[in-house]
């Protein structure tokens, strides 16, 4: 989503308001779309110390799935968009495989509770973006979206994360270039695009469906273990893009049945 020079003042205030909130949050994906590997997989499947590597998808499918996810959420209730301490980890979420999610509509430092069941591995990105043409006009390439993404979670600088206080290391290494995705999202106006940005899809910018195709997104991430049953402790985050956006998200997690 990026608003062409041609759309009134209010889309260009959208399109400042999206530049700052695309270093956005956290979680777990489910759903499959047959998402396909990029030259990126080699580099993305690396991974050492606590972090998880999976042999299913690259890092770069599983920055597709999370934006699927995140954008399936209804508004009212996605953990990326809310203020409260606690929230409810498990909305959205199947398999073995949860993603958890930061502040979307806010920058700095926030703080998450929630519990997860023994067993789920957790997909967390660093810092990341996505973009696509709602609202462009003319619409961008492929390259172009891509380079925009890019554009958003690079440089980076200060990329961290940590479990029960011990540091994870060479996050640079899990850089996550996404296929092309579509995401689908709720009725307006309880999802994120309009409860962002108070874009109505379908409706608004010639849209006619809930189905917004194509999109692409960038970042880092990683992903976590299974947890052991009991309390432990993730913070995450870093800074990038121009202007210099920071996020510095921590999780309090209880892991039960």
């Known amino acids: 989503m990026k608003v062409g020079q041609r759309s009134l003042s209010g ?38 110390g606590t972090i998880a590597a999976t042999a299913e998808l690259t890092y770069g499918e599983w920055n597709a799935r999370w934006w699927q996810w995140f954008f399936s959420v209804p508004a009212s209730k996605n953990p990326a968009l809310l203020t409260t301490e606690a929230v409810d980890c498990s909305v959205g979420q199947s398999g073995n495989d949860w993603f958890l999610a930061g502040r979307f509509n806010g920058l700095g430092r926030s703080t998450h509770r929630c519990t997860v069941p023994v067993g789920k591995a957790l997909v967390i990105p660093l810092i990341n973006s996505w973009q696509d043409n709602v609202c462009v006009k003319p619409p961008l390439s492929v390259d172009q979206l891509r380079a925009n993404a890019a554009n958003a ?34 009725p307006p106006p309880d999802n994120v695009i309009f409860k962002v940005f108070g874009v109505r899809i379908p409706g608004d910018c010639g849209t006619t469906n809930s189905t ?16 052991s049953a009991g309390s432990h402790r993730i913070n995450f985050g870093g800074s990038a893009g121009s202007p210099l956006t920071t996020l510095d998200m921590t999780y309090h997690l209880t892991v039960g049945s």
Do not use: C
Not at 154 to 183: C, M, W
Not at 212 to 227: E, K, N, Q, S, W
């Open 11 to 48: 889309w260009q205030r959208v399109l400042r308001m999206r530049f700052l909130l695309l270093v956005a949050l956290i979680l777990v994906l489910a759903g499959s779309l047959g998402l396909q590997s990029t030259a990126h997989a080699q580099s993305e499947r690396g991974s050492t």
């Open 153 to 186: 979670v690079t440089p980076t600088k200060d990329l961290h994360a940590s479990i029960d206080g011990q540091p994870l290391t060479n996050l640079e290494s899990h850089r996550a270039v996404s296929p092309v995705f579509s995401y689908t999202l709720p």
């Open 212 to 227: 917004v195709t194509p999109a692409v997104a960038d970042g880092f991430y990683i992903i976590v273990p299974p947890l």
